[in-house]
C-alpha cells in the first residue's frame, strides 16, 4: 500500500513538472509574438533589420505563437467552465485555420493580405509570404491541438512531433549551411529564430 501511495505522488511530481513546462513553452510563444507584432508595428525598416528577434519573425508566424501560447496556457483549464472550453478551441481552431490559409497562399500564390490585416505600420517593411516549413509547421500544430480537444492524444503526440522534427531538421541543416554553403529544400528554409520558437511549442503541445 505504501509502494503504490508513493508511486502515485512520484508519478503527480512528474505529471506536474510536464504541466510546467507545457505552460512555459505557451509563455515563450506568447512573449515572442507579442515582441515581433509589437517590432512590426512601431519600428522602421532599418531598425528591423538589426533585430535579429523581430526580423526572422514573420507577422503571421508571431500570430500563430501567441495563438498557440495560449493554447497551451488554457490547456491545464480546459473544461473548467463552458467559457474556457470554448476559448480553448478557438485558439485551437484559430492556429489550424491559420496555417491553412498560409499553405494557400504559397501553394496558389495567392495574396489574401493578412500580414497587412495584423501589422499596418506604413514604415513596415513587410515581407512576403510566411515560409513554408513554418506555415505546414502551423497547420500540423493546429490539427494536432483539435485533435487533442476531440481526446485523440497519440495522433496529436505523432502530429506535434512531426513538427519536433520539421524544427530540428530545419536547425540543422541552417547550421551546416553556414559551415558549407548550399541550396536547401524549400521545406527546410525556416529562420532560425522561427524555427527555435516553434521547436519549443511543439513540445509544449506533445507535453500538454
Known amino acids: 500500500m505504501v509502494k503504490i501511495l508513493r508511486s502515485s505522488e512520484a508519478y503527480g511530481t512528474q505529471a506536474r513538472a510536464f504541466g510546467a513546462f507545457s505552460r512555459s513553452a505557451g509563455l515563450i510563444g506568447i512573449v515572442a509574438g507579442l515582441a515581433a507584432l509589437c517590432g512590426w508595428s512601431v519600428l522602421p525598416a532599418y531598425v528591423i533589420r538589426h533585430l535579429w528577434l523581430i526580423s526572422q519573425i514573420h507577422p503571421n508566424a508571431a500570430l500563430g505563437f501567441i495563438l498557440v501560447g495560449f493554447s497551451l496556457r488554457l490547456a491545464r483549464y480546459d473544461g473548467a467552465t463552458p467559457w474556457v472550453h470554448f476559448a480553448c478551441k478557438l485558439f485551437r481552431l484559430a492556429v489550424g485555420f491559420l496555417g491553412l490559409v498560409s ?22 517593411a513587410m515581407p512576403g509570404s510566411m515560409p513554408l516549413a513554418a506555415a505546414l509547421s502551423f497547420g500540423l500544430l493546429g490539427c494536432a491541438l483539435i485533435l487533442l480537444s476531440a481526446g485523440r492524444s497519440l495522433i496529436c503526440q505523432i502530429l506535434s512531433l512531426a513538427v519536433t522534427t520539421l524544427t530540428v531538421a530545419t536547425l540543422v541543416a541552417s547550421s551546416y549551411a553556414l559551415l558549407a554553403p548550399q541550396a536547401l529544400p524549400e521545406y527546410l528554409i525556416m529562420p532560425a529564430m522561427t524555427a527555435l520558437i516553434l521547436l519549443v511549442l511543439s513540445l509544449g503541445v506533445v507535453d500538454s
Not at 494557400?104 to 497587412?116: A, R
Open 103 to 124: 499553405l494557400v497562399e504559397i501553394w496558389f500564390h495567392w495574396n489574401l493580405g493578412i500580414d497587412q490585416f495584423i501589422v499596418r505600420g506604413p514604415t513596415s
